[in-house]
């Protein structure tokens, strides 16, 4: 059994789990943060980088109707894996129920205000410690007119939701990206999305900053958990054991093996993503810009630019297919052949953990005061982790906030008195629809039609 003595630990030492012990830690606890790997060597280890103002959950791009065409399809940006398929049929249930327009609508504005906090939350985690955060916006490119029209009716819903969203074309398109504005009928350009060149090396930094504070790291496979009757959590790691008053697991995509000790699970699916470096110089773009047509990013990287993105579903740790990034980079090459791989590096991939609704899981598990986790993050990990970590520490000193509310997975099993309250909220305010906003919302489901990119 480790002898040091500690308040809380944290299992996870990515995204997530870095910013949960740094707020645990500005809430008074001495933390311990435990990975089987290296800090940040997970899936937020290459991801594209993007600090997210908003988003659109995956709801709203897939319709249930539209999936089974869009897994045939060989060229299609998702993909799934078909062992994994009859242990996603759960999630796939509880995917379906939140189909519903109301209901996208409602998850919508919670995602876009959780996204909002996302630049003000880093900052106060790590006040003078802040690594840089470039602030050159994000960048999407639509390919033909009827691309550009289905944008700008995001773009109305974006910016009634308090993002900025701006349309462009012609001279302002090639001012910001001249490398690739041909391209492009037009684009939509998000002037407050924040970007990191080296996700891996943010991660680290925060990381160090969580020990320079004082905090502790190690490396250690946790392989059983156990709620002791006094409350405290004992976890059998692969070379020792742990004793601690609290637990916080931030184990993304795996997140449901330690809770099955806890004979608790949340609906839970890994969502691959994919990401490889580009043979072309630093500087050949200058911000993060998405081609929602090929269901990718390419991104600025330390050593020139790096192509991220694509959806393949499966159960963790499933069998990984490095052609479905090759297959979008080949056909992104007919329009721009000078995209080819860098020379001795290959596609890496991560899993993203993702539930039905894209919204995050946060919450003390049922039957255990002394076990939280925090999950689910999806394609907007690097994004939300800092607003996550707020209200999952809150939530461990006994602050409940409306998010706490939203993000617990009693969501889940409740659908139709959880139905029934979203009917309300969405009526009543609280991030619902307005009547003038009822027409944008009509909109919703014919403009999202090109897949989430990154
Ligand atoms: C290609 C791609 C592009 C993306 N782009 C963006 C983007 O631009 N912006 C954005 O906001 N998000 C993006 N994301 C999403 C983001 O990367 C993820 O949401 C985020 O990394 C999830 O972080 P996490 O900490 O929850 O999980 P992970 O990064 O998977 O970390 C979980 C950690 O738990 C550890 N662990 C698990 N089980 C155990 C155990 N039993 N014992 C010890 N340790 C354990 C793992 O080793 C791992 O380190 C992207 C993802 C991908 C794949």
């Known amino acids: 059994m480790t002898s040091e003595s500690i308040d809380a630990l944290v299992v996870g030492a990515s995204v997530v789990g870095v910013t949960a012990a740094l707020a645990l830690q500005q809430r008074g606890f001495k933390v311990m943060l435990l990975d089987q790997y290296p800090v940040a060597q997970s899936c937020s280890f290459g991801n594209a980088g993007v600090i997210a103002t908003g988003a659109f959950p995956l709801s709203a791009h897939y319709r249930l109707t539209d999936i089974p065409a869009i897994f045939l399809n060989r060229s299609s940006p998702a993909a799934l894996d078909w062992a994994s398929v009859a242990r996603l049929l759960p999630w796939a249930l509880q995917y379906a129920t939140v189909?519903?327009?109301?209901?996208?609508?409602?998850?919508?504005?919670?995602?876009?205000?959780?996204?909002?906090?996302?630049?003000?939350?880093?900052?106060?985690?790590?006040?003078?410690?802040?690594?840089?955060?470039?602030?050159?916006?994000?960048?999407?490119?639509?390919?033909?007119?009827?691309?550009?029209?289905?944008?700008?009716?995001?773009?109305?819903?974006?910016?009634?939701?308090?993002?900025?969203?701006?349309?462009?074309?012609?001279?302002?398109?090639?001012?910001?990206?001249?490398?690739?504005?041909?391209?492009?009928?037009?684009?939509?350009?998000?002037?407050?999305?924040?970007?990191?060149?080296?996700?891996?090396?943010?991660?680290?930094?925060?990381?160090?900053?969580?020990?320079?504070?004082?905090?502790?790291?190690?490396?250690?496979?946790?392989?059983?958990?156990?709620?002791?009757?006094?409350?405290?959590?004992f976890l059998r790691?692969?070379?020792?054991?742990?004793?601690?008053?609290?637990?916080?697991?931030?184990?993304?995509?795996?997140?449901?093996?330690?809770?099955?000790?806890?004979?608790?699970?949340?609906?839970?699916?890994?969502?691959?993503?994919?990401?490889?470096?580009?043979?072309?110089?630093?500087?050949?773009?200058?911000?993060?810009?998405?081609?929602?047509?090929?269901?990718?990013?390419?991104?600025?990287?330390?050593?020139?630019?790096?192509?991220?993105?694509?959806?393949?579903?499966?159960c963790p740790d499933f069998q990984e297919q490095p052609r479905l990034l090759l297959s979008a980079l080949n056909r992104?090459?007919?329009?721009?052949?000078?995209?080819?791989?860098?020379?001795?590096?290959?596609?890496?991939?991560?899993?993203?953990?993702?539930?039905?609704?894209?919204?995050?899981?946060?919450?003390?598990?049922?039957?255990?005061?002394?076990?939280f986790v925090s999950s689910g993050d999806g394609h907007l990990g690097l994004t939300l982790a800092p607003v996550t970590a707020g209200v999952v520490a809150d939530m461990v000193i006994g602050i409940s906030s409306n998010y706490s509310r939203e993000l617990g997975s009693c969501r889940f099993w409740r659908s139709e008195e959880s139905w029934q309250r979203l009917r309300k909220t969405s009526m009543t305010g609280v991030g619902g629809p307005s009547c003038a906003l009822e027409g944008l919302l009509k909109d919703l489901a014919v403009a999202c039609s090109s897949p989430a990119p990154h």
């Open 237 to 314: 790691g692969a070379r020792e054991n742990y004793l601690s008053p609290l637990v916080v697991l931030a184990t993304g995509a795996r997140a449901n093996r330690l809770l099955a000790d806890c004979r608790h699970q949340i609906p839970l699916v890994s969502e691959r993503g994919y990401h490889l470096e580009l043979d072309v110089d630093r500087g050949f773009i200058s911000r993060p810009t998405a081609l929602p047509r090929f269901g990718v990013v390419l991104t600025p990287s330390p050593h020139g630019a790096r192509i991220a993105g694509i959806s393949h579903f499966g």
């Open 332 to 371: 992104l090459r007919r329009l721009l052949p000078i995209l080819r791989p860098r020379p001795g590096l290959e596609v890496c991939s991560g899993e993203r953990p993702t539930t039905p609704d894209s919204l995050p899981v946060v919450e003390q598990v049922l039957g255990h005061r002394s076990v």
């Open 99 to 233: 189909t519903r327009r109301d209901t996208v609508w409602h998850n919508t504005a919670v995602i876009h205000g959780l996204c909002r906090s996302a630049l003000q939350s880093y900052q106060l985690l790590l006040g003078a410690e802040m690594p840089p955060i470039n602030r050159y916006g994000y960048l999407a490119l639509h390919l033909d007119v009827s691309e550009l029209d289905a944008a700008i009716r995001l773009n109305a819903i974006r910016n009634s939701l308090g993002s900025t969203a701006k349309t462009i074309s012609g001279t302002d398109l090639v001012e910001l990206e001249p490398a690739i504005a041909g391209l492009a009928s037009g684009a939509t350009f998000l002037e407050g999305a924040g970007h990191v060149t080296d996700p891996a090396a943010f991660v680290a930094t925060l990381a160090n900053v969580f020990a320079q504070r004082g905090g502790r790291l190690r490396c250690d496979r946790v392989e059983r958990l156990e709620t002791e009757s006094d409350g405290q959590v």
